[in-house]
């Protein structure tokens, strides 16, 4: 049991991220597959404008969720200026948008993938990149 508490302390902010990021994947799907049904008729392969504005509801959503729940949760941010922070936060962010929408045309548009093939590869690729800059850039611990 000892060993069990040590390894979950030694990786709780990787294992908390999967958590809350998982929890920002589901807030950001329904956003997404909501808006495809609501306002698309749900096309199992949407086109361009479509795949653009399913992009940025999804990122937007996400985005709303994924700040205030990794400052507090996983990297646990102490820091008093927290609207340089949330910028950092939504730069970085907008970085993977762009990462997100050119994975989302190339497979969904130009290749005819499924949507929900394609929100999935896009979303593992996504998560990764998300995880990796808010560690480095957005909320690094100052030594």
Request: hydrophobic share 50%; glycine share 6%; charged share 15%.
């Amino acid at each position: 049991m000892k060993k069990l508490r040590t390894l979950v302390e030694k990786y709780r902010e990787p294992l908390v991220y999967l958590l809350v990021g998982g929890l920002t994947t589901l807030v950001a799907a329904l956003a997404r597959f909501g808006v495809n049904l609501l306002c698309f008729g749900a096309p199992s392969v949407p086109s361009f404008r479509q795949n653009t504005v399913l992009s940025l509801v999804d990122w937007t959503a996400g985005v709303a969720f994924a700040y205030p729940t990794n400052r507090r949760f996983v990297f646990r941010s102490k820091n008093p200026r927290i609207l340089t922070e949330a910028a950092g936060f939504v730069g970085s962010r907008l970085s993977t948008l762009g990462l997100d929408w050119a994975l989302t045309q190339l497979m969904g548009t130009v290749l005819g993938l499924n949507v929900y093939v394609v929100w999935f590869v896009k979303t593992a690729v996504v998560f990764a990149a998300n995880y990796f800059l808010s560690k480095l850039f957005v909320f690094r611990k100052k030594s």
